[in-house]
């Protein structure tokens, strides 16, 4: 089955600061690639997804790339803010299977 | 988001108890699935289910049994054969079929050992 390894578990940035947090996938069918945050005792909300005909995908100060060929994801925050520190986790799915497969997470601080 | 009931927020059990999670949808998705998050540690998958009446195993199942009579409900028991039940529990759900979909979470139960 699909295994998806996160690195690093954590990571602090001063504010203003970029973040990059990467995640490698040992399953080559996987084409769904999504980023939860999820913020100290609430639930995981998605910020940010992937497919695997697209190389990258931006919104705002987030952005995602996949490398197929290498089977790695990575999420980029750009100008962190002290509202960023959370734990995000990746993940990785693929077609006609519903087994959706998490990283371990990074708790991500942005001290101000 | 709002469309995914968990109660209660926090569960005690007793040695040799079982207890039940409960799970309510009302965003008519197909897939359910429920999580273990065990503290600085990521999401692993206990159970899923495709469609109503249909489950499938994951990675940790020992120790916990779920049922799909209603597409709406995927309630999660903890029976006493899980011997460290202590962890945050977390509900999910799918629109359609096929990993395509992001999943949308509950707010997850809290439970912990008397």
């Known amino acids: 089955g699909e295994n998806v390894e996160q690195h690093p578990s954590t990571l602090s940035v001063q504010e203003g600061d970029s973040a990059v947090i990467k995640c490698t996938y040992s399953?080559?069918?996987?084409?769904?690639f999504p980023w939860y945050k999820q913020e100290l005792g609430k639930r995981p909300q998605l910020i940010i997804d992937i497919r695997s005909n697209v190389g990258e995908k931006k919104d705002q100060r987030i952005a995602v790339t996949l490398n197929k060929t290498a089977k790695h994801f990575s999420l980029h925050i750009t100008e962190t803010q002290p509202e960023d520190s959370a734990v995000y986790f990746c993940a990785a799915s693929w077609y006609n299977n519903n087994d959706m497969r998490f990283g371990a997470g990074t708790r991500l601080t942005v001290k101000p | 988001d709002g469309g995914i009931t968990q109660s209660p927020k926090y569960l005690f059990r007793k040695e040799g108890q079982n207890v039940t999670l409960s799970c309510e949808q009302n965003?008519?998705?197909?897939?359910m699935y429920w999580y273990r998050q065990d503290p600085g540690q990521g999401l692993r998958l206990i159970y899923y289910s495709q469609i109503v009446n249909d489950f499938q195993k994951g990675d940790i199942a020992e120790g916990y049994s779920v049922s799909r009579e209603k597409k709406e409900s995927f309630p999660l028991t903890v029976t006493s054969a899980q011997k460290n039940p202590t962890a945050f529990y977390l509900c999910?759900?799918?629109?359609?079929?096929?990993?395509?979909?992001?999943?949308?979470f509950g707010d997850g139960t809290r439970l912990s050992i008397l």
């Open positions: 999910a759900s799918t629109a359609g079929q096929g990993g395509r979909a992001p999943q949308h």
């Open positions: 399953d080559s069918a996987s084409n769904y």
């Open positions: 965003l008519n998705h197909d897939a």
